[in-house]
């Protein structure tokens, strides 16, 4: 079945800020609104939210880069890094925010790799607010982001294979799964396996899986 793709090119549009768009060097970084959600660039003020919600161990335990426990300061040293790694555009990280409570859920973001027109889509949500479909809107709209916003071929993804609630929600938002990395990564003293998902700019917008030769 193919996609409606109206509402993904005029989405285009009000990813420009000010008349300029994302990819020049003094554009700002969006802030994207969905049904439920804003995802906006964090500010030092969600350094203590930031700090509580991704310093859980059931979230540090399925992510590769977050440490528990959550150091005093390292929250503001994360956030501080954004905005410098946005003008080299190496990096688009947001906040995922709750449009009526105006509270922090979690994080969502881009590591870019430009030259290429790739990039991989990186994730987390606070442990109060599983299950309720956060993160699949979240990681949805950021993909209309990097694919119409940044003119991006290919996003990818990568989770622990023993996290499969992750690999669920690429699985929503249409990415096909490429493989296993096994013991890819070094996690504390244990080496993890690591399955890839990714979608291309094409597939994302009809709708279509990727055509697999025959076996």
Not at 87 to 111: K, N, P, Q, S
Not at 127 to 154: D, I, K, M, S
Request: glycine share 8%; net charge neutral; hydrophobic share 40%.
């Amino acid at each position: 079945m193919q996609r409606d793709t109206s509402k993904r090119d005029d989405g285009a549009a009000h990813r420009r800020a000010g008349g300029v768009t994302p990819l020049e060097s003094d554009a700002p970084r969006p802030v994207m609104r969905t049904e439920r959600l804003v995802l906006r660039p964090f500010e030092l003020r969600d350094a203590r939210d930031v700090q509580r919600l991704a310093g859980a161990y059931e979230v540090a335990d399925t992510t590769l880069t977050i440490p528990h426990p959550y150091p005093d300061g390292a929250a503001e040293q994360w956030i501080a890094t954004h905005q410098p790694s946005w003008d080299a555009r190496t990096l688009a990280t947001f906040a995922i925010v709750d449009r009526r409570a105006e509270a922090l859920l979690g994080a969502v973001g881009l590591m870019l790799a430009m030259p290429h027109l790739r990039a991989e889509i990186g994730y987390w949500v606070g442990v109060p607010f599983w299950n309720q479909g956060y993160c699949t809107e979240a990681v949805r709209e950021v993909l209309a982001f990097g694919f119409n916003g940044l003119g991006l071929h290919r996003i990818e993804a990568r989770h622990l294979t023993r996290n499969p609630p992750s690999g669920r929600v690429m699985q929503k938002v249409g990415m096909s799964f490429e493989g296993v990395q096994r013991g890819a990564f070094l996690k504390g003293d244990a080496f993890e396996d690591v399955a890839t998902y990714a979608i291309l700019d094409d597939e994302w917008r009809t709708g279509s899986p990727p055509v697999r030769p025959a076996s």
